[in-house]
């Protein structure tokens, strides 16, 4: 949005201030209690899928000789002190908000009708003592603990407000700190990270004697009462912060890509603290991206989304309240939205303070010919898609999406589309095609030498810089010509360009890129857009359509029309560089294509991907390539040898910082490698001795500097006219293709109330806040 508001300011900085306040009134914490032993018997068992049978049940369980599945042994290295069940505390009376079909355990765990994947391979196996000896020497421990943080907490009111005083408001909250903090430090004395769970753990114990003194007498309560609701929220204390460590460790695990190891971490963790809205937030996120069937995966997604989201809405729900409550709704929306639930979406939307939202013709945009709604994800080998040679067929799909028509029209409604985006398949030449698609591979040092995650979308944003004009030095320039080639066709003022950025995105299925417009440093020092931006898709039929508006920097009000370009091996869109634009996340979940040859390993072709072997994705991965045609612009050192930037002082102003420019410009943060934005293209690595090819052997000396670079050594001529095996999405000749008209880019999120306040979306006079729009990411 071509403005940065405030409207999620103001919430973040209270939420901030609440969370100091609890900080503040539990400062002695440390580290917290390991969790009580507790009966595993109250885990209810889960629930089988429809049609499985009890000796499909066992067989899961056990695999196929009586041993323990993989899942199975994660959750188990996860949970390394003894049984995470819940107690009957933890589980009683939590009034989550659950989706119809729903049933809520006697024990307060709520129970998915498919079935729920956070509980498999949460079984784990009782240590020797953990259970009976030195559980019930825990539990005696922590009860002593409690004791005495009860009798300082006594001593301390009859010296500060008197013997016989109640407990009034902000005193609730600070004495219920003073005694969870003592219990904490008593227990295990924890460092770092830890002192994190612990404080959280202190933090959603407050907040939950605070509110239960509110709800139960009225925020007023004499020292025993006080005694009865700690005593009481004791009892899920140890559980929240063990849930907590192994939320951490689950996110860990994430980081390094290791999926399996995450779903299980979260499963522990839900095992643990079955109200834990942080919990509940990753596993949606986590099966979001991995689904095996459309419609298992979105019921269990939408089942834990509720959970969150019930759960981060009740005091002591767990962690951070307000902002995971809020990523909560809107990643229901969003999946709500794209299942076509409007009316139960505007509720949430409406309920977390949207106006507006993108349009239904834009959430759930079209699904192309070649990809309606699956039923399983089929993988994808190495994570490629390669394209399947040329056919009338495969022309006539290129054309049902559109068609580009000689006078540029198009299908849309009369707009001249040709104006602001166009598209072309087959685009690349198939030996170009190839080597972007073993340059970005799953296992390409390009991404590990970057730090790049695409499941946690980190290390941020980084590109660079060539200068056009000259002989091609590397292969990734040679590659740019042929585009630029393509670009001047569409847009002819591309022939000014004295520069090209290039940056690249791996990223799942349901991943999407928000709404931004495309600028030189992020917008800082003013705003700079280049000529023409284009995407190459290197992969296809994974993720969502790129979405291109009419909307500037200088616009006054929304866009009100759109085009949307699906992903598609090989195929090429361009856009002017001025407009707003973004990545819809995708629907449903990936159909994926088997590719026709493996990656090269690395002992045979000296450019391949690195010194390990080429593992197999589970999942298909939306591989683009992305380059910008610039004017003019400014080639920068690396981040480290740059200064500092200004540290944001609260919570907001950290947020807006990082991820907006000026104006709304998206503002992505430089990866921990030390690349950043506009970076001269980094200088070739030696060739290694004995390998002709001009890359480096698994057994080559290390060398400094990275050594990616050599996946673009220069081809020799003619390279890219190799057509065996491997073809473009409408083959080596180019196919045009007019992307699928958006009627209507936004929408009102209520339009008989935002047309009662005079606000709605067709009558604005102004760019709405930014907050109040709704993008679903």
Same mark, same amino acid.
Not at 189 to 208: F, K, L, T
Not at 526 to 535: A, D, E, F, L, T
């Given at each position: 949005m071509p403005e940065a508001v405030v409207a999620k300011r103001s919430r973040a900085e209270k939420n901030a201030a609440r969370r100091k306040r609890k900080r503040d009134a539990s400062a002695a914490a440390a580290a917290a209690a390991a969790p009580a032993t507790h009966d595993p018997a109250a885990v209810p068992a889960p629930q089988a899928a429809s049609g499985s049978s009890t000796a499909d049940r066992a067989s899961r369980r056990e695999g196929k000789h009586g041993v323990t599945t993989k899942k199975q042994r994660l959750a188990v290295s996860f949970d390394d002190t003894g049984s995470t069940a819940p107690t009957a505390a933890a589980g009683a009376a939590r009034g989550e908000i659950v989706p119809d079909g729903h049933r809520i355990e006697p024990t307060g765990v709520a129970s998915s009708p498919s079935e729920c994947r956070s509980r498999q391979g949460s079984t784990t196996v009782a240590r020797g003592g953990d259970s009976n000896g030195s559980g019930g020497t825990r539990k005696d421990e922590e009860a002593r603990s409690l004791s005495k943080a009860l009798e300082s907490a006594r001593k301390k009111h +009859?010296?500060?407000? *008197? @013997?016989? +005083?109640?407990?009034? *408001?902000?005193?609730? &909250? &600070?004495? !219920? $700190?003073?005694?969870? $903090?003592?219990? !904490? !430090?008593a227990v295990c @004395? $924890?460092? #770092?990270?830890?002192?994190?769970?612990? #404080? *959280? &753990?202190? =933090? $959603? !114990?407050?907040? =939950?004697v605070s509110a239960a003194a509110e709800e139960e007498h009225a925020g007023q309560v004499s020292m025993s009462q006080f005694e009865g609701l700690v005593r009481k929220e004791a009892a899920g204390f140890s559980a929240r912060r063990r849930a907590a460590s192994l939320l951490r460790r689950a996110l860990e695990e994430e980081q390094e890509g290791n999926l399996d190891a995450a779903e299980a971490g979260c499963a522990a963790c839900l095992s643990a603290w079955p109200r834990c809205a942080s919990g509940h937030l990753k596993m949606a996120k986590i099966l979001r991206a991995r689904g095996v069937s459309h419609q298992r995966a979105i019921k269990d997604v939408e089942f834990h989304l509720r959970q969150a989201l019930g759960s981060a809405s009740k005091p002591g729900g767990g962690d951070q309240g307000e902002e995971v409550a809020q990523a909560a709704a809107e990643r229901l929306s969003l999946l709500l939205c794209q299942e076509g639930r409007n009316k139960e979406a505007a509720k949430v939307l409406k309920r977390h303070g949207f106006r507006y939202r993108l349009s239904a013709d834009v959430l759930r945009y079209p699904l192309p010919p070649q990809a309606k709604p699956p039923t399983a994800v089929e993988e994808s080998g190495n994570g490629h898609t390669l394209a399947k040679k040329s056919s009338p067929e495969a022309r006539k799909d290129s054309k049902a999406e559109g068609g580009r028509r000689s006078d540029g029209k198009g299908d849309s409604g009369g707009d001249d589309a040709s104006e602001f985006v166009a598209a072309v398949d087959g685009a690349l030449p198939p030996g170009m095609l190839r080597h972007l698609q073993e340059a970005f591979g799953s296992r390409s040092r390009f991404w590990s030498e970057h730090g790049y995650n695409s499941e946690t979308g980190s290390p941020g944003y980084f590109s660079y810089i060539h200068r056009l004009g000259g002989a091609p030095t590397t292969s990734i320039e040679q590659v740019i010509n042929r585009v630029r080639l393509l670009a001047e066709r569409s847009f002819p003022e591309v022939k000014e360009a004295k520069f090209v950025e290039w940056w690249a995105h791996r990223r799942p299925h349901s991943s999407g890129h928000q709404m931004h417009f495309d600028s030189d440093n992020e917008g800082l020092g #003013?705003? +700079?857009?280049?000529?023409?931006?284009?995407?190459v898709y290197v992969t296809g039929d994974v993720g969502g359509p790129t979405l291109v508006t009419t909307q500037r920097l200088t616009s006054k009000r929304l866009a009100d029309r759109g085009w949307i370009v699906h992903p598609r091996v090989n195929r090429v869109c361009m856009f002017d560089g001025g407009v707003l634009h973004g990545v819809i996340p995708g629907r449903g979940v990936p159909v994926t294509e088997t590719p026709t040859h493996p990656t090269p390993p690395p002992e045979e072709d000296g450019q391949g991907v690195g010194c390990e072997e080429v593992k197999e994705d589970r999942a298909g991965m939306r591989v683009t390539w992305m380059v910008a045609f610039w004017r003019d612009i400014q080639a920068r050192p690396p981040p480290s040898q740059q200064s500092p930037a200004p540290t944001a002082t609260t919570p907001a102003e950290e947020k807006t910082a990082s991820t907006r420019g000026e104006a709304g410009i998206r503002r992505r943060q430089p990866p921990p490698s030390g690349a950043g934005a506009a970076q001269p293209f980094p200088a070739m690595p030696p060739l290694a001795s004995g390998n002709p090819n001009g890359g480096r052997r698994c057994s080559s000396a290390a060398v400094a500097g990275p050594s990616w670079p050599a996946l673009f050594r220069k081809k020799p001529e003619g390279w890219d006219e190799d057509t065996a095996g491997v073809d473009g999405g409408g083959g080596a000749r180019e196919v045009p293709v007019v992307p699928v008209a958006v009627p209507h880019v936004w929408e009102d999120v209520d339009p008989a109330d935002n047309k009662r306040a005079g606000v709605g979306v067709r009558r604005l006079k102004r760019l709405p806040e930014y907050d109040l729009c709704f993008q679903g990411f």
């Open positions: +009859r010296q500060e407000i *008197g @013997s016989g +005083r109640p407990l009034v *408001g902000w005193d609730v &909250a &600070a004495y !219920a $700190g003073f005694v969870f $903090g003592e219990l !904490a !430090a @004395s $924890g460092q #770092g990270e830890e002192e994190e769970e612990d #404080g *959280g &753990a202190v =933090a $959603g !114990a407050v907040d =939950a #003013g705003v +700079r857009n280049p000529i023409v931006s284009v995407v």
